[in-house]
């Protein structure tokens, strides 16, 4: 059986749909109900702390203090050193 269903999207993802559609030959409709099952079996397999937004949003208070944060540069703390350290050293 199936469901007709309507969405607004972005244009941006509108073109991306349509460009990957006549690059492979897939149906637009094929494309998009793959990448809703897809989506909606990682949100069923994963635990939701490895679920990463495709988009964040942030409040106006938010923004100032990531913008603050990004603009005054800090010391690595002795966890980034050694994350770092434990990267370079192939472990």
Same mark, same amino acid.
């Given at each position: 059986m199936h469901t007709q269903i309507s969405a607004f999207i972005s244009t941006e993802t509108k073109t991306q749909i349509e460009a990957y559609s006549a690059t492979y030959g897939i149906k637009k @409709?094929? =494309?998009?109900?793959e990448a809703l099952q897809h989506h909606l079996q @990682? =949100?069923?397999e994963l635990p939701t702390d490895a679920i990463i937004p495709a988009r964040l949003i942030l409040s106006e208070e938010g923004m100032l203090n990531l913008s603050k944060q990004l603009s005054e540069a800090s010391p690595p703390t002795a966890a980034l050193k050694e994350l770092f350290r434990e990267e370079s050293s192939g472990n």
């Open positions: @409709a094929f =494309l998009i109900e @990682a =949100l069923h």
